[in-house]
């Protein structure tokens, strides 16, 4: 069985830092582009941040570029979302997701996805 398991949200306070993991079971994403998505209530899910299967790729929305940096661990198979400077509106639930081909900043062309990890900034 395939998963993606989130973990290290919480709430934190504006200026805060967190760090996300994502850790892969049941096959192995190095050969997959990696990526991490929010969901705030009542908006559509955003791209955060994508890396290729190698690392030697990244992307980053607007919104959290300087901020945020995306990793990986092939060996470990973990996926990972260190995330500075947070502010209120980096308030959403997180998604770690996988693909093994198309635009990385397109929700729906991710095959595997976690079941997600709350992060709350407070003000």
């Known amino acids: 069985q395939v998963q993606l398991v989130e973990s290290g949200g919480g709430l934190v306070q504006a200026g805060g830092s967190l760090r996300l993991s994502c850790a892969a079971s049941?096959?192995?994403?190095?050969?997959?582009?990696m990526a991490w998505f929010r969901q705030a209530p009542g908006k559509e899910r955003e791209f955060v941040a994508a890396?290729?299967?190698?690392?030697?790729?990244?992307y980053y929305a607007d919104s959290v570029k300087g901020r945020f940096t995306i990793s990986r661990d092939n060996v470990k198979n973990t996926v990972y979302l260190q995330m500075n400077s947070l502010r209120p509106d980096d308030t959403a639930v997180y998604y770690c997701?996988?693909?093994?081909?198309?635009?990385?900043?397109?929700?729906?062309?991710?095959?595997?996805w976690g079941q997600g990890t709350q992060v709350t900034v407070s003000s």
């Open positions: 890396i290729s299967w190698s690392g030697g790729s990244t």
């Open positions: 997701a996988a693909q093994s081909g198309g635009r990385y900043y397109v929700w729906t062309e991710y095959h595997y």
């Open positions: 049941g096959r192995t994403f190095s050969s997959d582009a």
